[in-house]
C-alpha cells in the first residue's frame, strides 16, 4: 500500500476517532485526579487521560492538517483573509428561519475550524503540562481546564447545528 493510500484510509477516519476520544476523555474527567503530576497510585481514568489524552492530541494534529490540506484552510478559517460575507448571509438566514449549509465558508464551516484550534489549545497545554517541571505545572494545568471548557461549548454548539441538519433532513 502506498503512502497515500494509508494517508487517505486514516485521514477519512479521524473525524470518528477525535470524536470517541474527546466524548470519552470530556466524560471521564471527573475521575481524573492529578494536580501537579501523575502519581503512581494514579487510577485507570488518570492514566487513561494523560496516555489517551496524548493520542488523542496526535490525532487533533492529524485532524488539523487535514482539513487545512490543498487549500482547505480557506473553507474553516475564513477569517483569516477577512471574509465574512458566507457567514452574514448564514446568519441572515438564520434570522429568516434558513439553516445554515455545510460545505462552504460560512457559520457551520467557521465553528469547526474554531474547534479544531480549541481541540489543539486543549491537546498542547495537556502535554506541556506533561513535561514542565512541577513549579509550573499547575499553571498549565489551569490553561487546560479553561481550553476544555472552552471545547466543551464548541462540542455542544456544533452538535446541536448537527443536529438542526438532522431535522432538516426529514422536513
Ligand atoms: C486532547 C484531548 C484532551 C481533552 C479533550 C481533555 C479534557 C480534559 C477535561 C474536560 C478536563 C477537566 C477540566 C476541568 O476540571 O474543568 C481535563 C483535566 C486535565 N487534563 Fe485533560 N484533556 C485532554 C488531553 C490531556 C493531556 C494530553 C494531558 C496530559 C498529558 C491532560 C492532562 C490533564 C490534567 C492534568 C487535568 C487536571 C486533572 C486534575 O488534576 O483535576 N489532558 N482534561
Ligand atoms: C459531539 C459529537 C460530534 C458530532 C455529533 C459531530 C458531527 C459532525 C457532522 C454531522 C459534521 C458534518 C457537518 C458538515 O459537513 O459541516 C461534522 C464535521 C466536522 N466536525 Fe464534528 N461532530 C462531533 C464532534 C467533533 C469534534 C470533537 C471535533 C473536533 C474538533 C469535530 C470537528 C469537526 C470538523 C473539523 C468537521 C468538518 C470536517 C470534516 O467533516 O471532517 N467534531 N461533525
Given amino acids: 500500500m502506498t503512502l497515500k493510500l494509508i494517508w487517505q484510509k486514516i485521514a477519512a ?22 494536580g501537579r503530576q501523575l502519581s503512581e497510585n494514579a487510577g485507570f481514568w488518570s492514566l487513561f487521560h494523560v496516555y489517551g489524552g496524548l493520542i488523542t492530541a496526535c490525532l487533533a494534529l492529524l485532524f488539523a492538517i487535514k482539513i487545512c490540506f490543498k487549500g482547505q484552510w480557506r473553507q474553516f478559517f475564513p477569517w483569516l483573509l477577512l471574509d465574512f460575507n458566507p457567514l452574514k448571509i448564514d446568519l441572515v ?42 513549579g509550573d505545572a499547575l499553571t498549565w494545568r489551569s490553561y487546560h481546564q479553561i481550553f476544555a471548557q472552552c471545547f466543551i461549548g464548541f462540542m455542544i454548539i456544533h452538535l446541536l447545528l448537527g443536529l438542526l441538519h438532522i431535522k432538516d433532513f426529514f422536513d
Avoid: N, Q
Wanted: some cysteine; hydrophobic content about 60%.
Fill in 13 to 34: 477516519k479521524l473525524h470518528a476517532l477525535v470524536l470517541v476520544m474527546s466524548v470519552i476523555l470530556v466524560c471521564t474527567s471527573p475521575w481524573v485526579l492529578m
Fill in 93 to 134: 438566514g438564520i434570522v429568516k428561519g434558513r439553516t445554515p449549509m455545510s460545505g462552504g465558508k460560512g457559520l457551520l464551516s467557521i465553528v469547526e475550524g474554531i474547534g479544531i484550534i480549541l481541540l489543539l489549545l486543549v491537546a498542547v497545554t495537556g502535554v506541556i503540562w506533561y513535561f514542565v517541571d512541577l
